[in-house]
């Protein structure tokens, strides 16, 4: 049940969880929060053992809470703990908190007037600078306090303690069955078998009861149940025949089978755990990249300052080997930038005044002074956490047939045990042997590792391209890019540097071209025109003096004039040399090839008693990236077919896809037009990717199957991308592609085996084939195996990228 609601009354809530086991808790809590009026969706994780909750904006995280704890589990919640500046009496206590409370998330919120503090519970989620902003939106100051945020976990034993204390307790109860392998009869006496067992079975085993009780008591199962009712049976028939010889020889037992069950499953449990935490490795690395303190310059003095109560405008001042702790604009001093973890760029990047840095990067040389243009949630670096965490949050299309299954898994197994005990005990009268049967089909089916196949890989796979520059929005991208067939591209900013440059100069007479990129320069020396900047640029790699122009000035719509060396020189268009009266000669051929390759031509003139004289051109085009051949390349050997749209004349569209290799180009459009094309292809049967820059490429990012923006691109394009990559290299293109076909190979490997293992493992329980202390190494191995081969996507390296290992100390 669910109601809707306008969507900007609705928000997003991220729970904890504690007590998941399998893909039928998942499935479990997803129907318990659905079945809330107001819950839109709900999306329950277990790897990052977290649910996320969209819901109308009168529903609170309370109300979630207690649906979940409903359902048989619970709701971890943690302490965070601001400065409160601004209040003078109770009243602005109540205020305090009843602006805290009112955050989704926050599920109390106790303010002391004395102390200045207030201590904020939350169900996860919930960051500093959420509470900060609501505080100040109260009217009040927010501020760290010493060790500021979340308290510490308690003090306590490792968590591999019951794995040993299981191993300890068993080996006894498995050494004459390891003994008689080697022809050595050894017996251990029935009762020390229970005393061994019985600590395992109720005192390790103890959280497999808890939570299938938990399990039964809302009328589902999981894999608890399953171990719990599987090691009581093996457990309960032991103590039956003890009890019953207690006077005679000591029975066959199965005390090693129960104890054996539950430390490999605890094994298997921890063994997960373990790698499960790896998966998150991204998260904490970009965490890890947000400075805590900035020097922020006030009236000639550097102030060190809680990067939190940074303000817009401030101005900041970063020393070598320190990490930015804004995002901004240089406003004085000179650097390399080393930015490998943001955008997965190798190489520092050079910058100076009016170049814009980001948070989380590294200044290599010189100090800067840094103006502050965003802070808090807004940073790049931020929004990286959080695209990241809302793709490892998110359910791939293929999690459904999961979830379908593993709804009815365990009480199908309950069934299969049943009809194996019955069968057994029909067919050959032996109560021990039915029962070992079903206790075997019962520990063998777990269905944890159905439940951690996609969640693993997808963590794993936007995790690895999140540190090489690729950002995936949300699973559903990341499982669309595998089987794209066609990628097309915006050409201005994205195949190409997006900005004019100087690519041809011609002089006539047999004159040196160097002599008319000279004149032509110092026309353009004082002008801010993009032309004049590309014919500066090129003298300045050419190291050519650039003379001053005197009475130099515009001729609008035409050129620029002025007096170079004493002549009169100008420089436009072919309208001012037709205006002239001035003949190309045997320019006007390669002027006509220029402009059919798309090229913008300026013509340069000098003015002359009785005539004006043609002394050259220059041809300006904007300038292939290097990297763009490699990208068509790549894609090509992937085969991808690709298409060119452009807005651009239909010469210099062809041109650019000659020299690439493009497929296809498509020129001389408008934004609706590049949407139609890519709306075209997929009627034809395509999978498309667009990859755009630009506010004109948002409705065809949109249109296709799947978006790709570069981030040197607009905001608007990359909200409506699906992917992000954070250079403007398009070999990221590519590595897109590679990566997502990976993580889907690693998805369906992991399904594939966590189906096999019990496809192939109950039949043979069934049979009587395996003892129940091989099935529970079978099933503590399907999990871990499962996560294990999802974390080989961590190796996974782009072409186009080259992450750094250098470390930095942070301020």
């Known amino acids: 049940m669910s109601t809707t609601a306008p969507a900007s009354e609705f928000q997003e809530f991220k729970l904890p969880i504690e007590g998941m086991t399998c893909a039928s808790c998942v499935s479990r809590i997803e129907k318990a929060l659905q079945a809330l009026p107001g819950v839109e969706s709900t999306a329950v994780n277990l790897a990052t053992e977290e649910a996320t909750v969209r819901a109308s904006a009168d529903v609170d995280a309370g109300t979630l809470a207690d649906a979940v704890r409903k359902a048989g589990y619970d709701v971890r919640s943690r302490p965070i703990e601001l400065g409160v500046e601004g209040m003078t009496c109770a009243s602005c206590v109540g205020r305090v908190e009843k602006a805290l409370?009112?955050?989704?998330?926050?599920?109390?919120?106790?303010?002391?007037?004395?102390?200045?503090?207030?201590?904020?519970?939350?169900?996860?989620?919930?960051?500093?600078?959420?509470?900060?902003a609501a505080v100040e939106k109260a009217g009040y100051v927010a501020k760290p306090v010493e060790a500021a945020s979340v308290a510490p976990a308690a003090a306590g034993l490792p968590q591999w303690w019951p794995v040993l204390a299981g191993a300890l307790l068993t080996l006894p109860l498995l050494l004459p069955m390891l003994l008689q392998l080697l022809g050595i009869e050894w017996e251990l006496g029935g009762w020390a078998q229970l005393a061994l067992a019985?600590?395992?079975?109720?005192?390790?085993?103890?959280?497999?009861?808890?939570?299938?009780?938990?399990?039964?008591?809302?009328?589902?199962?999981?894999?608890?149940?399953?171990?719990?009712?599987?090691?009581?049976?093996?457990y309960g028939l032991s103590v039956f025949l003890l009890w019953q010889h207690r006077n005679g020889a000591t029975p066959d037992l199965y005390f090693e089978a129960s104890a054996a069950v539950i430390t490999l499953v605890l094994l298997g449990k921890w063994l997960e755990s373990r790698a499960k935490r790896q998966t998150a490795d991204a998260i904490r690395s970009l965490n890890a990249l947000r400075p805590t303190v900035a020097r922020v310059l006030v009236d000639?003095?550097?102030?060190?300052?809680?990067?939190?109560?940074?303000?817009?405008?401030?101005?900041?001042?970063?020393?070598?080997?320190?990490?930015?702790?804004?995002?901004?604009?240089?406003?004085?001093?000179?650097?390399?930038?080393?930015?490998?973890?943001?955008?997965?760029?190798?190489?520092?990047?050079?910058?100076?005044?009016?170049?814009?840095?980001?948070?989380?990067?590294?200044?290599e040389e010189g100090v800067l002074q840094v103006r502050t243009l965003a802070i808090g949630t807004e940073t790049t670096l931020?929004?990286?956490?959080?695209?990241?965490?809302?793709?490892?949050?998110?359910?791939?299309?293929?999690?459904?047939?999961?979830?379908?299954?593993?709804?009815?898994?365990?009480?199908?197994?309950?069934?299969?045990?049943?009809?194996?005990?019955?069968?057994?005990?029909?067919?050959?009268?032996?109560?021990?042997?039915?029962?070992?049967?079903?206790?075997?089909?019962?520990v063998i089916a777990c269905p944890c590792a159905l439940g951690l196949a996609t969640p693993t890989a997808i963590m794993a796979?936007?995790?690895?391209?999140?540190?090489?520059?690729?950002?995936?929005?949300?699973?559903?991208?990341?499982?669309?890019?595998?089987?794209?067939?066609?990628?097309?591209?915006d050409k201005t900013g994205t195949l190409t540097e997006g900005k004019p440059s100087l690519v041809a100069i011609e002089a006539a007479d047999a004159s040196d071209p160097n002599e008319v990129l000279q004149l032509a320069a110092a026309l353009q020396r004082t002008s801010d025109h993009p032309l004049a900047h590309a014919v500066l640029d090129k003298a300045k790699d050419h190291r050519i003096a650039v003379p001053p122009a005197y009475d130099a000035r515009a001729l609008p719509g035409r050129g620029v004039q002025g007096v170079v060396r004493g002549q009169q020189i100008l420089l436009?268009?072919?309208?001012?040399?037709?205006?002239?009266?001035?003949?190309?000669?045997?320019?006007?051929?390669?002027?006509?090839?220029?402009?059919?390759?798309?090229?913008?031509?300026?013509?340069?003139?000098?003015?002359?008693?009785?005539?004006?004289?043609?002394l050259g051109l220059l041809a300006f085009g904007d300038t292939i990236k290097s990297a763009s051949y490699e990208a068509v390349q790549r894609l090509r050997e992937l085969g991808i077919r690709t298409v060119m749209l452009t807005g651009d004349n239909q010469g210099s569209a062809n041109a650019v896809a000659r020299d690439l290799g493009i497929d296809e180009a498509r020129a001389e459009l408008l934004p609706g037009d590049k949407a139609s094309i890519v709306d075209g292809l997929r009627r034809q049967g395509h999978i498309v990717?667009?990859?755009?820059?630009?506010?004109?490429?948002?409705?065809?990012?949109?249109?296709?199957?799947?978006?790709?923006?570069?981030?040197?691109?607009?905001?608007v394009a990359m909200e409506a991308a699906g992917i992000t990559l954070m250079r403007g290299d398009p070999r990221l293109v590519a590595d897109s592609f590679d990566v997502s076909r990976r993580t889907y190979s690693k998805i369906k490997q992991g399904l594939f085996w966590a189906f096999a293992y019990n496809v192939l493992g109950i039949p043979l329980a069934a049979l009587g084939l395996l003892n129940p202390v091989i099935a529970g190494?079978?099933?503590?191995?399907?999990?871990?195996?499962?996560?294990?081969?999802?974390?080989?996507?961590?190796?996974?390296?782009?072409?186009a990228s080259g992450v750094s290992t250098k470390t930095y100390r942070t301020l």
């Open 777 to 799: 190494a079978a099933m503590a191995f399907s999990s871990v195996s499962v996560v294990s081969n999802a974390l080989m996507l961590r190796r996974w390296r782009g072409a």
């Open 572 to 614: 436009g268009s072919t309208r001012l040399m037709n205006e002239m009266g001035a003949a190309p000669g045997a320019l006007f051929s390669v002027a006509d090839r220029l402009e059919g390759e798309g090229r913008t031509i300026s013509w340069l003139l000098a003015r002359e008693e009785s005539r004006t004289r043609v």
């Open 101 to 132: 409370l009112k955050i989704p998330g926050v599920s109390a919120a106790s303010v002391n007037l004395a102390t200045e503090k207030a201590t904020v519970t939350t169900h996860g989620g919930v960051s500093f600078a959420t509470l900060a």
């Open 382 to 442: 931020a929004r990286i956490i959080r695209m990241v965490e809302s793709a490892q949050a998110a359910k791939a299309p293929i999690q459904r047939i999961v979830d379908r299954v593993s709804a009815v898994f365990v009480p199908v197994v309950l069934g299969l045990a049943l009809l194996t005990f019955v069968g057994w005990l029909v067919y050959s009268g032996d109560v021990q042997h039915a029962l070992i049967s079903a206790v075997a089909v019962l």
């Open 689 to 715: 990717a667009m990859v755009g820059d630009g506010l004109n490429d948002a409705p065809s990012l949109v249109a296709a199957d799947v978006g790709l923006s570069m981030s040197t691109g607009t905001d």
């Open 461 to 489: 796979g936007t995790g690895v391209a999140a540190r090489q520059g690729i950002l995936i929005k949300d699973a559903e991208a990341l499982e669309v890019a595998h089987s794209v067939t066609v990628v097309a591209f």
């Open 198 to 234: 019985t600590p395992v079975q109720f005192w390790l085993g103890a959280r497999f009861y808890r939570a299938g009780w938990k399990a039964a008591k809302a009328g589902s199962g999981n894999m608890d149940l399953l171990v719990a009712l599987g090691t009581s049976a093996a």
């Open 300 to 363: 000639g003095v550097e102030v060190s300052t809680p990067v939190e109560q940074v303000a817009v405008g401030d101005i900041v001042v970063i020393r070598p080997g320190e990490r930015v702790s804004v995002d901004g604009q240089i406003i004085d001093g000179s650097s390399y930038i080393n930015e490998s973890l943001i955008t997965g760029e190798s190489l520092p990047v050079a910058k100076s005044v009016g170049d814009k840095v980001t948070g989380g990067s590294v200044n």
